[in-house]
Structures are given as C-alpha cells and as structure tokens.
C-alpha cells in the first residue's frame, strides 16, 4: 500500500523560498502511470492545488503559483519535491503531497487524488 | 482559487439524506469527470467518489455522486455522526489547464 509523507521546514522567513520533499513508501514512484501532486490548505480556509509531475519531469502548474513554483522528482530517491520562491504570509498553509491517477476516456478527463500524505504545516513569519 | 461553487453548510440529522452540489463550467465539469473529497476534523482529506460515481474500495455505498451537464452532487444517505466533516469537488479544468477544487462545504450532524 502506497503511502505518502512530507518533510521539510516548518517555518520559513518572508521573501525566502519554501522547499519540501514527498517521500512515496510501498512502491516505487515510477511505477503506473500516476502524477505527483502537491496540494495546500490555508487555516480555516479550501484546498488549492498547486502542480504536479510525472516521472518523465513533464510538469503542470496552477497558473495563480506558475512564476514561483517548481516542482522536481527524484526517482533514486522515491521523492518528490515543491520549491515556492519569494513567500509571503499569503502561501501559510498545511501543504500535502498526493498521488494522482489521470487519464483520458469518453467521459473526459479523469483526475483524482489517493493517496494522500498527512500534511505539513508551513508557516512563513519574520 | 477555487471555481467550484458549493454550499458552505449543510446538515441532517441521524439517518436523514443531505445533497451537496457542486457548481462548474462547460470547461471543468461539463467537459471531465468529478471527484469528492471527505475532509475530517484535523486530518488530511480522503477519496470519497471519483469519476462522478464510483467509489473506492473501502467507502460505505451510503455515498452516492452524480453529474448532470456542469453541475454535480454529493449525496449522503443514512446520515450518521462520523460523517461531520467538510466535503470538497474537484475536477480538471480545460481552459486553466490545472486541477480546480470546490469552495467546500461544512456537513454538519444535528
């Protein structure tokens, strides 16, 4: 069973970039045909997905994140990671890594999320 | 930023049914399929429905999801207390080229 789990700092200064690695455990990251995703969550607020990546490094962003995301993977290392450059207070939030399965059949696109990580809790705070 | 609209609560009592809805456009759910998310209190969200209507191995069938032109629904039959929790869609969207999430809705259990 294929298991997701984020690191990284858990405070960052304004105007640095926020950098966190997904380690993917009971599988290997390469295997399927499956995207890594990463996915935020400000306090009290909605999910905001912010991009993923295939194995091969082909790489799709939300355009509202798109000039300071960068997302990269490591498959030596079954991780993958997110680098959010020039943060604000704007981008605190609990960021979760994700598996998502796509594809393309008569119904349209088909995109969902499992597994998840558990989420870690970013704080950006001079 | 989300453009999903959804109700931000809804509630029932035990054993009642509660619908949730989802509001898209021809570009997002009037084009692809959709996917619910169950969110508990303090944790990470899980899987509920994907692909409009099937659900993971492990859901109970009390949960239902249906779609119809750019709108979709989440139904939850036989309410129960361990269903309180916030309950996001999500879908692809073609025009943005980016996964785009629901405003999320509160279920609350009287």
């Known amino acids: 069973q294929v298991q997701l789990q984020e690191s990284g700092p858990g405070l960052v200064k304004p105007s640095q970039t926020l950098s966190l690695t997904c380690t993917v455990s009971g599988g290997s990251i390469s295997s399927g045909t499956y995207y890594w995703s990463w996915i935020r969550q400000p306090a009290g607020k909605g999910l905001e997905w912010i991009g993923r990546i295939y194995t091969s490094g082909s790489t799709n962003y939300n355009p509202s994140l798109k000039s300071r995301v960068t997302i990269s993977v490591d498959t030596s290392k079954n991780q993958f990671s997110l680098k959010l450059s020039s943060v604000t207070a704007a981008d605190t939030a609990v960021y979760y890594c994700?598996?998502?399965?796509?594809?393309?059949?008569?119904?349209?696109?088909?995109?969902?999320?499992?597994?998840w990580g558990q989420g870690t809790l970013v704080t950006v705070s001079s | 930023q989300s453009v999903l609209t959804q109700p931000p609560s809804a509630s029932g009592t035990p054993g009642q049914r509660v619908t949730i809805s989802c509001s898209g456009s021809s570009s997002d759910i009037g084009s692809n399929t959709v996917n619910w998310y169950q969110q508990l209190p303090g944790t990470a969200p899980k899987l509920l429905i994907y692909s409009n209507n099937q659900r993971p191995s492990g859901v109970p069938d009390r949960f239902s999801g249906s779609k119809s032109g750019t709108s979709a629904s989440l139904a939850i039959s036989g309410l129960q207390s361990e269903d309180e929790a916030d309950y996001y869609c999500?879908?692809?969207?073609?025009?943005?080229?980016?996964?785009?999430f629901g405003t999320g809705t509160k279920v609350t259990v009287l």
């Open positions: 994700a598996r998502a399965t796509y594809y393309y059949d008569s119904s349209g696109w088909v995109h969902w999320f499992d597994p």
């Open positions: 999500a879908a692809w969207e073609d025009s943005l080229n980016a996964h785009v």
